[in-house]
């Protein structure tokens, strides 16, 4: 009798074991099947940004694209730099170009802080290391995504990407939310997020939210496989760097110094 | 089988106590009372995006499918069979015409004990206002 | 089999309580954290992996150390060890189980675990991990089961374990190099993008498993009639204090090429650990503690008069132990973080609560572990007798 019972057992593990894997091979092939049709449906875009330095840098204390930023998109303001979440933000340009280590630095530029987000990178480490395809980069315009459906919250993207540009929601931020957005969702404890390129802008064929705000024009937005458009023009007449690019990640922001 | 006894009084133990609310509810002959829901009360909102005993029964399908189709493909427009086009989102579509979140969504939800976490993070537009 | 589990003396049910006590407390905690958030713990913006995830890796090196028993008696004959393959295998499966917690507790939604499994992403390291760990679990639970249901009915085993078993041996070189990719591929991170990571991952795991493993015998040893024998005692001193050296001489060998190459970038973690940097010393007391523990440790183990007498040999292996513990599941980890992207040092700490949670997951474990050896040396004193 009792070797029935552990019979029994084991048959029933080994039911349930089955049911997944045809599951899973479903999944699998479905899977497969929207890679796919993303690419194909591709219209050529590539999305990026010019931040002219010296126009950011006429008021030092500007914080316009960050306020404009931070509001349509729900971002909350915690108040400590250990749970802080943020899209765009000031570092000093020497922390920002740390690979440009140089002790006489321009003076216009040394201990100047400069706006970074996310560099929307055409190879992203971030999308390499998600376990659950919660983000990934677009192919029709090249925007690094992310699914906060979909998101479990394990950090792995946090820890890939070298420019320290994705936050994580270590608590439940709406109470931290000023005037919430109605547009626009805020996020729930435990998923990780980041600057989106405006990507819900974009599709109601508006400029992102920092370039439109900032005063001064140093925010330039538009489309590299575009021969006549505004960035690729500022590209070819001006020495742009970009954050580390011997990582081989491609960042799409740009900065003219 | 050894210890048969104490197995089959434990197998009874136990779907009594699973089924306790089932019984409970059946002896003392009180119902939770029904949902009533306030529907939009525009002429041009009598028209959902699919009948109404669809929606009944699988919004929440529409809505994932709605979810992934604006979030990983980047598309926004729902065509309905009768060719009328909805923007597919929850809080400006859906909550365009069922603005009374708390008298359609939440009765039902209450109702059957669901606690959708769309809600976590999409905000009711009408109780932002009244804040 | 069970069932031998449920008859124990006094001391066995006050171990078991004991545990379970400390198991309470741990969920008591562990739900506070599911309801507010990973803030509970000591993690920020900057250092976003921590203690969690380095007993994780620490505890992948213990799974795949039951190899270390299992290699020489199946592939080598080697008989001495028929008495100690079973508790490596059980303590594989103990630790597995604890590394799956682990991430659990610091998954930000664990009620979405199973996406991993829903969308496979054959990029991502953890989507392997995931793999290999859940498969090593499966291989290890059916060995133990096949090998001691023969041994309880006094038959030899099927004749089909054998592959299973002989699979489960690069299987767990897998789990480890596996564990070792999460961080050495990642271009963000120079600390750990280094070929010498799952190298240097095996040789702590082979010297810190079998010494966790030579101490739970002693400790059995001390409160049953159980007794592995002098020889396989022995032998497996001899495979600690080898990987012990190995471990030791890989970790010089990233300090020369760190401080060798003087890339700012490369040297900043390394003076982090031991030095400190810009003034944050958190880890340098402990480093120091580790790397003085391990040495010391593996000049006692080449004395031979000194490995061959078993109460130093215990020491020893605790000091082993310990060392590899500090720099496994305290330093390595948390370092990759400091400094951060932009050149900024945060110092990192777990709270209270995380190192409760933590607490309870091991507790987790060594219940598991003293489950199953009971029942194994049940099983085995029944059919002696």
């Not at chain 3, 590394?99 to 969308?119: A, E, K, S, T």
């Not at chain 3, 767990?172 to 280094?194: K, Q």
């Not at chain 3, 010297?207 to 015998?217: E, K, T």
């Not at chain 3, 005692?233 to 001899?238: D, G, M, P, R, S």
Request: hydrophobic share 45%; with cysteine; glycine share 6%.
């Amino acid at each position: 009798m009792d070797v029935t019972r552990r019979k029994l057992l084991k048959l029933a593990g080994l039911g349930a074991l089955g049911l997944t894997a045809g599951k899973y091979a479903k999944v699998f092939a479905n899977d497969a099947f929207t890679e796919t049709t993303l690419s194909e449906i591709g219209t050529g875009k590539r999305w990026a940004m010019v931040v002219d330095v010296r126009k950011c840098l006429v008021k030092e204390d500007c914080r316009e694209c960050i306020n404009a930023c931070h509001i349509t998109h729900n971002v909350p303001n915690i108040g400590n730099t250990k749970d802080e979440i943020k899209w765009i933000w000031k570092e000093d340009f020497e922390n920002v170009f740390s690979d440009q280590e140089n002790h006489y630095l321009k003076e216009n530029l040394k201990d100047k802080r400069i706006p970074i987000f996310c560099n929307h990178c055409d190879n992203p480490p971030c999308v390499r290391v998600c376990p659950t395809q919660a983000t990934w980069k677009r192919e029709e315009d090249g925007i690094v995504m992310m699914d906060w459906h979909r998101c479990i919250g394990c950090r792995y993207c946090i820890v890939a990407c070298p420019y320290g540009s994705r936050s994580f929601n270590w608590q439940d931020p709406r109470p931290f939310i000023d005037n919430i957005n109605s547009e626009f969702p805020t996020r729930s404890k435990g998923v990780v997020e980041k600057c989106t390129f405006c990507e819900k802008r974009l599709a109601e064929g508006k400029q992102p939210a920092c370039v439109e705000a900032c005063k001064e024009k140093a925010l330039v937005f538009g489309n590299l496989n575009d021969q006549n458009s505004e960035v690729r023009k500022l590209l070819k007449e001006n020495f742009s760097l970009r954050r580390k690019p011997g990582l081989g990640t491609e960042p799409e922001i740009y900065y003219l110094v | 089988m050894y210890d048969s006894g104490k197995i089959i009084i434990g197998i009874i133990i136990f779907i009594a106590l699973f089924t306790f609310p089932t019984w409970y509810l059946f002896t003392s002959g009180e119902a939770a009372p029904m949902p009533d829901l306030v529907y939009p009360e525009n002429e041009d909102q009598k028209e959902c995006v699919y009948s109404a005993e669809y929606m009944r029964a699988s919004h929440m399908d529409l809505l994932n499918e709605w979810r992934d189709i604006v979030v990983r493909e980047g598309k926004r427009t729902f065509t309905t069979t009768a060719g009328k086009k909805f923007e597919m989102s929850m809080t400006n579509t859906c909550l365009g015409c069922h603005s009374n979140k708390a008298q359609f969504c939440d009765q039902c939800h209450n109702y059957l004990e669901v606690n959708p976490y769309c809600w976590d993070c999409h905000v009711d537009p009408s109780q932002l206002e009244n804040q | 089999m069970l069932e031998h589990a449920l008859k124990g003396t006094k001391k066995y049910w006050a171990w078991i309580f004991s545990l379970s006590v400390v198991i309470v407390v741990g969920v008591y905690f562990y739900l506070k954290q599911f309801h507010f958030g990973l803030g509970i713990t000591g993690l920020s913006r900057d250092v976003s992996w921590g203690f969690y995830i380095a007993q994780l890796t620490f505890l992948v090196g213990v799974a795949a150390s039951g190899v270390m028993v299992v290699l020489p008696y199946y592939m080598h004959d080697y008989k001495q060890f028929g008495k100690l393959t079973i508790l490596g295998e059980f303590l594989a499966i103990a630790a597995v189980a604890m590394c799956i917690l682990f991430v659990f507790v610091d998954i930000g939604q664990p009620i979405r675990l199973m996406n991993i499994i829903l969308y496979p992403s054959p990029s991502s390291i953890l989507f392997w991990d995931t793999v290999v760990l859940s498969g090593y679990m499966l291989i290890n639970i059916v060995i133990s089961h096949v090998v001691l249901d023969s041994e309880r009915k006094s038959i030899p085993p099927p004749k089909w374990i054998k592959p299973v078993i002989i699979l489960s041996i690069p299987w767990a070189i897998s789990i480890h190099t596996v564990t070792a990719f999460l961080y050495a591929g990642l271009a963000a991170r120079p600390f750990w993008m280094t070929a010498i990571l799952a190298p240097r991952f095996l040789a702590s795991a082979f010297s810190s498993g079998p010494a966790l493993l030579l101490v739970l015998v002693f400790v059995i040893k001390k409160f049953t009639s159980f007794d592995p024998g002098k020889e396989a005692v022995q032998k497996l001193a001899l495979i600690i204090t080898y990987a012990m050296a190995a471990n030791i001489f890989f970790i010089l060998m990233e300090f020369f090429t760190a401080f060798y190459s003087s890339i700012p970038e490369h040297i900043h973690h390394f003076q982090y650990l031991y030095f400190g940097l810009d003034g944050h010393t958190t880890l340098v007391p402990w480093m120091w503690a580790s790397a003085i523990l391990g040495v010391t440790a593996l000049i006692l183990l080449f004395i031979p008069k000194i490995r061959k007498n078993e109460n130093y040999l215990f020491i020893i292996c605790v000091a082993i132990f310990v060392s590899i513990w500090i720099d496994k599941g305290l330093g390595m980890v948390v370092t990759g973080f400091i400094p951060n992207p932009l050149g900024d040092v945060v110092d990192y700490w777990p709270t209270i609560p995380e190192a409760i949670i933590s607490l309870s997951i091991w507790a987790i474990g060594f219940f598991l572990i003293t489950v199953f050896y009971k029942i194994a040396l049940s099983v085995r004193k029944e059919v002696m007798t």
